[in-house]
């Protein structure tokens, strides 16, 4: 599967001339997964080269307005447009409100179907929010000044390669024999010999994932979603001379989410939701790296592949070839 990050807004608060507020799509085959929906949102979906009508599913962390006052906006665009698809929401207790609050103002109402899933904070400890055949969105509660939750995209696993010259050596011939053998059943040859996918199939491949985290302090639940990601994205509000407006502002420094990664085991951290007082980021990336190496920060608009760590090394190698 071709799984993409872009990485829309990486400011904190108010939106300046480099950065906008948070914002982050996940693109896979074609469809878009949206985590939060700042201010400004469905323009940096037209420059990143997206469809507004690709956005099938909008993850909302938390109700301050930099993360979520996008997002009227964007489903008044979709209705413009004339979307038929269903547009899926999830976010905090109070989302709906809001909405109907705003449609009601604009006299707005999509045709298209609105499917908003609130969380309620005094009940939810954790769970999966979406689930498909090919992956699932798990959530879990952070700690910030209001309920907020951190989100874990993670691919199931696929089923393992066919070693396509020992099947023939074993008789497998037909198109089918090879998908059932895949699919993990066994086929029985015309000779009556039982050819059983263990023979043929190498183990599963572990699937992708991708962890979004903002706004938070260090927490227990930072570093569970977080655990064995191939990528985090998690905000890095300030530097470590800032620790207590940190602590004060219910946000990480930039050595806490390094802290976070290391904790977890992730392939990669993406430093984010940099405060407007960093005009460069590259004290925030050293900090963090002296914690953990394997960091950058988020750039706005560039796209990277998402992909399981052992096939994510096969690809950059192939790339510098």
């Not at 227990?220 to 985090?232: E, G, R, T």
């Not at 994205?233 to 407006?245: G, R």
Request: charged share 25%; aromatic share 10%; hydrophobic share 40%.
């Amino acid at each position: 599967m071709n799984t993409y990050l872009i990485p829309l807004g990486t400011g904190s608060a108010i939106p300046t001339t480099k950065r906008n507020v948070s914002a982050f799509a996940l693109v896979r085959e074609g469809h878009v997964l949206l985590f939060d929906c700042g201010e400004g949102t469905q323009m940096r979906l037209l420059k990143a080269g997206l469809k507004r009508s690709r956005v099938r599913h909008i993850f909302i962390s938390h109700l301050h307005g930099d993360h979520f006052y996008g997002l009227i906006g964007l489903i008044s665009s979709l209705e413009l447009i004339q979307r038929r698809d269903p547009l899926y929401v999830y976010g905090p207790k109070g989302l709906q409100a809001y909405l109907d609050f705003m449609f009601s103002l604009s006299d707005l109402q999509p045709s298209y179907e609105l499917i908003v899933h609130e969380v309620d904070p005094e009940r939810f400890e954790g769970g999966v929010l979406l689930d498909t055949e090919e992956y699932f969105v798990e959530a879990r509660p952070l700690v910030h000044r209001i309920f907020c939750m951190g989100f874990r995209f993670q691919e199931k696993p696929r089923p393992g390669k066919v070693n396509a010259e020992r099947a023939r050596e074993l008789g497998i011939t037909e198109d089918w024999q090879f998908k059932a053998l895949k699919a993990g059943v066994p086929v029985t040859l015309d000779s009556g010999r039982v050819v059983r996918p263990e023979e043929v199939v190498g183990p599963p491949r572990p699937g992708a994932s991708f962890v979004y985290i903002t706004d938070s302090r260090f927490c227990p639940n930072a570093i569970l979603l977080s655990m064995d990601a191939d990528v985090l994205y998690h905000e890095a509000t300030f530097s470590h001379a800032l620790q207590e407006k940190a602590e004060q502002t219910g946000h990480a420094t930039a050595v806490e989410a390094a802290r976070v990664a290391q904790a977890a085991g992730v392939g990669l951290l993406l430093l984010g939701h940099f405060s407007a007082r960093y005009g460069d980021t590259s004290e925030l990336v050293e900090e963090a790296r002296q914690v953990f190496p394997n960091t950058r920060a988020a750039e706005e608009l560039r796209p990277l592949r998402l992909l399981p760590r052992s096939a994510r090394q096969t690809y950059e190698q192939s790339r510098r070839s």
